[in-house]
Nanobody, 125 residues
Framework: QVQLVESGGGLVQTGGSLRLSCAASGRSFTRYTTAWFRQPQGKEREFVAAIRWSAGWRFYADFVKGRFTISRDNAKNTVYLQMSSLNPEDTAVYYC??????????????????WGQGTQVTVSS
């Protein structure tokens, strides 16, 4: 059984930084892609970034390029999302998701069957 546990959310001021973590367990993730999605209150969930475990390829939504960085620690089975230059529009519940996703870019939510519980990120103005 695959389990994902997110952490690192919180309240930060505009221009600040946060690092989210997604700890995975349950199986080997060498063929998996892990992604971050976010859902602002009252809006649909959207793709943020993804990384392929084996090759380390990274994909980003246009609105986070240059501000967010996704990375992984294979030894810890953990994926990180380093967020900087945050603004109030980044306020959302952030979810990590994982699965064997072969499409490029791996942005479609319905390709991910394993999801974490979400962590709230709030950026104050």
């Amino acid at each position: 059984q695959v389990q994902l546990v997110e952490s690192g959310g919180g309240l930060v001021q505009t221009g600040g930084s946060l690092r989210l973590s997604c700890a995975a367990s349950g199986r080997s993730f060498t063929r998996y892609t892990t992604a971050w999605f976010r859902q602002p209150q009252g809006k649909e969930r959207e793709f943020v970034a993804a990384i392929r475990w084996s090759a380390g390829w990274r994909f980003y939504a246009d609105f986070v390029k240059g501000r967010f960085t996704i990375s992984r620690d294979n030894a810890k089975n953990t994926v990180y999302l380093q967020m900087s230059s945050l603004n109030p529009e980044d306020t959302a519940v952030y979810y990590c998701a994982t699965d064997v996703v072969t499409t490029t870019p791996p942005m479609a939510q319905n390709e991910y069957n394993y999801w974490g519980q979400g962590t709230q990120v709030t950026v104050s103005s």
